[in-house]
């Protein structure tokens, strides 16, 4: 997720295009840059770091030009550099592009326009829009965009300017926002609004595949084949600090609801044709090395380490391998037995979490292959890992962990599957099956967000408590947790994950009349068990909520509340089962007036031991 600006009109164009980058650095900030069309031609100034080091790179040499394009980067493919940050141009200066989005096929293209002479300047997929704009340049830029797009797969939200062009810049919506706000002999364009409100607040927000050619006097709106487009112009009334959580109240809830479009990101050229084919082109394992694989040790903190539990019951279900997980801060004093046939898979959201690069580094000392899921591109674990996955969750500002906690589930799915191939373990129908369900994730999700108002009504419930329990079996279990934290981490409520078979073993004593305990029970291979679990909280007068797949009839008459969900394979149900969760926490934490992106004692990355 990055942040794009862009503008063309009487003012000068340099500091509006900071001051918007400055209200986007929530969409991303490990680099940054500005080109404007100059009398002296494009000047395209870019740095590494916050939007402060390019402003001090630029000095008081600010470009003069009526018309600029910036960027504020959240690196996907490519390390946080200068190089690497946008504007990207082609082979001449004469071009430059900003881009919000994954290019699929980036490689392909590269690979190509090398031989067609291009020389390429940086690590990203974005510099292949420039030079394909560039090659199909003959004079019109609109065409060359069209002609240029006609190749790429991917999302994008993507500005174009060209030299030879003076006053048109061309932009393109598909998957990735991008709006243009309407002046008066001016006109501007941007990833989302806060970039544009001091200036206007009448735009056109482009929808998927939408092309624009826009002049400080006029806007033209065109589909991807060139016919004229109609759109409405709206009138936003957010206020600027509400118009940077997307006009959601907290960054948390926003960031819930951007779960489904963090799925569709992170699966990006890597399930493809609609699941049916898997691919994990950047994990430089040779085919032996993943044979050769006999155990799997996953280590993190947190949400992270809840995710390597699901990913546990995944791997050993598909893969018959034994997986152990561990909390960072105890794998690294308890002497842990590694072989060169272990894998050893680290989790973190942030990458800089103190513990799980202790253990990260405790397991490269004894000579163990590290891979690190990770959601920012250059962050230390990513460094010194010897292979990542990232996540494209894009960046998750409040501290509750919610849509990376999601695209790490679903990358251990993806990893899962493609080990189960190279070891030649699952059936070309099993692989099938399984892509598919996973390709269906993101749109199963959206139909739970849809519900969130069922779930604010039991927030009202459980908002006066002061304790819980989360329980489940088998992997509902590893659900109940990362349920429970978000409670407790945001609400202050002390709330207790439960091994729902463990009840009996002494926590059902805390059990009496409306105590609310939230049962997972998604998991039909054990969904009687869970059902007797049900029955001992009820007859101890408990008030259970239950979270169980649509259709489980089992558990009619045994709870007070039953909340259905999209079926999936059970082990899949997690990336499901954990939304509502989320929203309880979120709920119940706003009925209690916390500080809900920023809750006490906490911090979103715990850089410290
Ligand atoms: C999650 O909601 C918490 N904020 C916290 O547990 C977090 O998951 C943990 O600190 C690990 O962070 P990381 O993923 O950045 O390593």
Known sequence: MCGIVGYLGEQ?????????????????????????????????????????????KVGNGAPIGHMGIGHT??????APSDANAHPHCGCSEDFAVVHNGIIEN?????????????????ETDTEVLAHLVEHFYHGDLLQAVQKALEKVRGSFAMVVMCDKEEDRLICVRKDSPLIIGLGKGENFVASDVPAILNHTRKIYILEDGDLASITPDSVEIFTPSGDPLQREAIEVNWDAVQAEKGGYPHFMLKEIMEQPHALRETMRGRLLQGGREISLPE???????????????????????????????????????????????????????LDENTLMLVISQSGETADTL????????????????????????????????????????????????????????????YLGKARNLLSRSDLENFGKAIFA?????????????????????????????????????????EGALKLKEISYIHAEAYAAGELKHGTLALVVEGVPVIALATQMNVIEKSVSNIKEVNARGGYITCFAQEGTTELQ?????????????????????VVPLQLLAYYVAVARGCSVDKPRNLAKSVTVE
């Not at 392909?108 to 067609?116: A, P, S, V």
């Not at 430089?284 to 539990?309: F, K």
């Not at 202790?358 to 460094?383: E, F, H, I, P």
């Open 557 to 577: 008459g045994e709870a007070d509340g039953i909340f259905y969900l999209p079926s999936a394979p059970d082990f899949l149900m997690p990336i499901i089962a």
């Open 441 to 481: 994730l993101p749109g199963q999700v959206e139909q739970v967000l849809e519900r969130s108002e069922e779930i604010r009504e039991l927030a009202e419930y459980l908002a006066p408590w002061e304790s819980t329990f989360f329980i489940g079996r088998n992997v509902d279990y590893a659900v109940a947790m």
């Open 283 to 337: 994990l430089e394992m040779n085919p032996q090395e993943l044979r050769n694989i006999s155990r799997i040790y996953i280590v993190a903190c947190g949400t992270a380490y809840h995710a390597g539990l699901v990913g546990k019951y995944a791997m050993e279900r598909l893969l018959r391998l034994p997986v152990e997980v561990d909390l960072a801060s105890e794998f690294r004093y308890r002497d842990p037995i």
């Open 12 to 56: 000068q164009a340099y500091p509006i295009l900071i001051e918007g980058l400055k209200r986007l650095e929530y969409r991303g900030y490990d680099s940054a840059g500005v080109a404007l069309q100059c009398a002296e031609g494009m000047k395209v100034i870019k740095a590494k770091g916050e939007l402060s080091a390019l402003e001090q």
């Open 73 to 78: 980067r959240w690196a996907t493919h490519g």
């Open 106 to 122: 980036y490689l392909f293209l590269r690979n190509w326009l090398e031989k067609e002479g291009h020389r390429f300047a940086s």
């Open 358 to 417: 202790a253990a990260l580094r405790l397991a490269r000392k004894q000579g163990n292959k590290v891979l690190a899921l990770t959601n920012v591109v250059g962050s230390t674990v990513a460094r010194e890992a010897d292979n990542v996955l990232y996540t494209w969750a894009g960046p998750e500002i409040a501290v509750a962990s919610t849509k990376a906690y999601l695209t790490q589930l679903l990358s251990l799915f993806l990893l899962t599957l």
